[in-house]
Structure formats: C-alpha cells, structure tokens
C-alpha cells in the first residue's frame, strides 16, 4: 500500500515525509480491524512529533522510525478478526485515537485516554497517512447514514480533544458567565461550537488571524478579539473582573502566560495547547483561588457524544483537502497558517 513515513526528527522542520510503497498491515490478534482510510486529519501534534517534541516519551530508545504518523483517521472496515462482532466489512467508521485494551481499572473506569497498555496508531505506531490502518474493535465508532469519512476524520482527536475541553468547561458555565476561547484554529474552532451546544455562557474568541477572527463570527462567538499584549486588560475590562474560564489552544509563544491572568476570582484556565512553559506565582493561585488544568485528548464515550453533536449539524470540520502525496504541501501550509480549520489527507 502507499503511505507517508518520517525518517528522522527535526526542531526546524526542514524533513519531509516520504511517499513509498509499504506492506499492507495485517490482523495478528481476535480482536483487531483493518480500516480502509478514507481520510486523515493533520495534527499541529504531527508537527510536534516531526519536531521530536515527543520523542522522549514515544520514542525514548529511537527503535520507532521510519514509520507511519496519522492519528485522525476515519473510513471504512475492510477486515475484521475472529472475534469481532460490532462491526463488519463495509461498515463507515470513525476511530478513536486510542486501541485499548479494555480490562485495566482506566478502561473500567471509561477513561481511555489513561489505558495502561493502550497504543495509540500515529503516534508510537503506524497511523493513518496510508491506505489502511489497523486498529482494535473497542476504538471503532460507526458513522451515521450519509456522514463522509473526510468529512469527521479530524474529529477523533482534534474534534474530540476540544470537546472534552469544552465540556468540562460547560459544567463550569451557567448563564451569565464567560468564556474566553484563545486560538480559534483547527481546535479552538470545534470548541467553540461545542460550548455553544452545551452551555449559554458569553464566549470571547481571541486570534491573531483575521480569516480565523471572522470564522469565530459566523460561528456565534459573542466578542473577537485580536490579541497581543493588551489582552489580559482588555478581557478584564469586558467582563467586568475577569472570565470564568479559559480555554487555551496556543499553550505557547507567551499566550500561555497570559491565560490565567484573565480569570476572575475562583476561574479555572484549562490548557489544551502545548509547548511553553507556565509560571504562576503561588502567592496568585492562592489569593483568587484559581484552578489550571491540562486537558488531553478525550474518551470513547465523549467520541459518541460528539458524533452526535455532528449529526445533527450543531459541530462541523472546517477543513481543506489534500491527497496523500501533498501531505509535504499541507504540513508547510499549515506551519505557515495558509488555511483556518484542518487540512484532511484523502489516500
């Protein structure tokens, strides 16, 4: 089968995935599925890895390149094991990032996400930049009737990342609170959405973009605004003290500084974007009592839900398509902010 593969890490991005015929994978356990892709979505974490941002903890003893990255993957089942009951060939699915294994006390619990074997295709294994991917029965979720896989694939991770955000922010959020959104880009703009189901709170959507500025608009956010250093003031300002919550979808280049300095008091700021470092005085987290959280990824439950959500056309992918061997065009587009959403990758 065709695929992308990476051979080597750099901070500086001058590598390229490289396009070359690859063996198809194959089922080796009772429980394991071979998806036909029909899309995958490119990460800013593709561009981490590609970065070695993650080596560390994925790949500490280098034995895992070359291989194949692609963590948002969507398409069709082409094969299935013995055991194997909830799905068939020819089913439309979408693939949780994770292939758990279903029997620790995290998968007990429901919290994939913490699953002590798991392994997670696209980032300490093969992924989806190919033409099939293999997977395990617990990570599948059926499409509904006339949902396209290029049109959800970004959604098992990047969708479902933003979501969970989104809905621990939302329990956070009755009526007559507020909400800033920083980075409203291939996360931030699901986000956005997503509070906007699930709460009634005052959303202030904050990019330097002005594309990604305008899509917050049409996609109900209450005020936008630009950023830069006055921010902090200024949403203090607006919302007469400080806001609730903040959901950061920068985590780096100063913005991750910033988002706890808008907060009111007792507000929860929850990082979701990595790559900075955060410093807080502990003398401010105790004075405002002032939560920070991090936010990772989402569970198989949540996945569901916001399928959901995307049925009914209250969540959608802003997305710009590539096929398979453009995927070295769409990572530069994106390190080069050309488009506002997710690039989809079509095999």
Known sequence: MKAARLYQYDPHLNVQLQIEEVPEPKITAPDEVIVRIGAA??????????????????????????????????????????AVTSVKPGDAVICHPLRTC??????????????????????????????????????????????????????ADAGLTAYRAAKRAAKLLPPGTSCVIIGIGGLGHIALQALRALCSARIIAVDIS???????????????????????????????????????FVGE?????????????????????????LEVPTVQMIFNEITIAGSLVGNYMELVELMDLNARGLVKVHSRQYRLDQINQAIDDFKNRRYIGRAVILP
């Open 253 to 277: 280049a100063g913005v991750e500084q910033q988002g706890w300095q808008m907060l009111r008091r007792g507000g929860t700021h929850f990082i979701i974007g990595y790559g900075g470092k």
């Open 102 to 155: 279903g029997v620790c006390l995290a998968c007990r619990q429901g919290e994939d996400m913490y699953c002590e074997r798991g392994v997670f295709p696209g980032l300490n294994a093969n992924g989806g930049f190919a033409e099939y991917l293999v997977t395990n029965e617990r990570a599948l979720v059926k499409l509904p009737d006339g949902v396209a896989p290029a049109d959800v694939a970004p959604l």
């Open 210 to 248: 002005e594309a990604a500025r305008q899509l917050a608009r049409e996609l109900g956010a209450d005020e936008v605004l630009p950023g830069g250093p006055d921010l902090v003031a200024e949403v203090r300002e607006r919302t007469k003290g400080g806001a609730h919550v903040v959901l950061d």
């Open 41 to 82: 979505g490119l990460c800013r974490t593709d561009l981490h890895i590609i970065e070695g941002v993650w080596r560390s903890i994925l790949d500490p003893d280098g034995k895992l390149l070359p291989y194949i990255p692609g963590h948002e993957n969507a398409g069709w089942v082409e094969e299935v094991g013995s």
